[in-house]
């Protein structure tokens, strides 16, 4: 048998056939529809009473998570090695997967510890200086809305008492159409969810949600990530965890690698 997680972008050119079975969110109906045709078998994940595959409980670490969950009618707890719930919603997938294709589900847990957030994906950089340490949490490969709420959540998990401040560095999500500047500015609403103590932005449409907040969180914001780096550098220093988002081409991965440069810069003078 083989396993497959599906979604939206499942097509008749890439069939699940008799012998296949989807692993979808249960409330993704379109893939599932499109599965169905095809004679495939459905495996709902999450968090919903229905869902075969469900998640028990979490809790939600800044360096991991550790979860309990229901595969299939098998408890499970396992440790997830990078942070986030996305993360740990995606782990239930890729279980449900193993277990539906004949592997050892405890093996593939206990792999999930060794998971590493990828640069661009949620790498995480901590540089200990002569005043103290700073994180730099690279997201700048991509970003949609549920991401970018996400990965704002994820910097929400960083301990007060390690980190004083939490810094959101934000460039467009592009791509979105004439809903743009509004999803942009309902993002307010989970910087202040998340804690987030200031901002800095950069792009036409971050500009929309960057004066939708109050001048308390207003870092600095800049048309373009060239112009916002001078600015930013700055600003943050030890103390500091920095998370740097936006869509590929927002070019805030440049952002990220400017930190570096001049944290580690410092650190080697101390």
Same mark, same amino acid.
């Given at each position: ?76 707890? %396992? ?61 700048? %490969? ?67 949600? %960057? ?60």
């Amino acid at each position: 048998m083989h396993a497959q997680v599906i979604g939206p972008r499942l097509s008749p050119a890439s069939p699940l056939d008799a012998h296949r079975r989807g692993v979808v969110p249960p409330i993704q109906h379109q893939p599932q529809a499109r599965a169905l045709e095809h004679g495939a078998r459905i495996v709902g994940f999450g968090e919903a009473q229905g869902a075969e595959v469900r998640l028990l409980g979490v809790a939600l670490e800044p360096d991991g998570s550790e979860v309990s969950a229901d595969i299939l009618g098998e408890s499970l707890n %396992y440790r997830l090695g990078a942070p986030g719930l996305h993360l740990v919603q995606n782990s239930l997938a890729v279980l449900a997967a193993a277990k539906l294709a004949g592997a050892d589900l405890g093996q593939a847990a206990a792999a999930l510890e060794g998971l590493e957030a990828q640069a661009g994906r949620g790498a995480r950089t901590l540089i200990e200086g002569p005043r103290g340490h700073i994180a730099i949490i690279d997201e700048s %490969y991509n970003a949609n809305p549920a991401s970018m709420r996400a990965a704002l959540a994820t910097l929400g998990l960083t301990p007060r008492h390690y980190f004083t401040r939490r810094v959101a560095v934000l460039g467009d999500m592009l791509e979105l159409g004439p809903e743009g500047p509004r999803l942009h500015r309902e993002l307010a609403e989970f910087i202040d969810g998340a804690g987030v103590d200031v901002v800095f932005a950069c792009g036409e449409l971050m500009g929309s949600l %960057y004066g939708a907040l109050p001048a308390s969180r207003q870092g600095a914001y800049a048309k373009t990530a060239e112009e916002l780096q001078p600015k930013l550098l700055d600003a943050v220093g030890p103390g500091d965890a920095i998370m740097v988002k936006g869509s590929l081409g927002s070019r805030m991965g440049p952002l990220v690698e400017a930190l570096k440069r001049r944290f580690d810069a410092q650190a080697a003078l101390a």
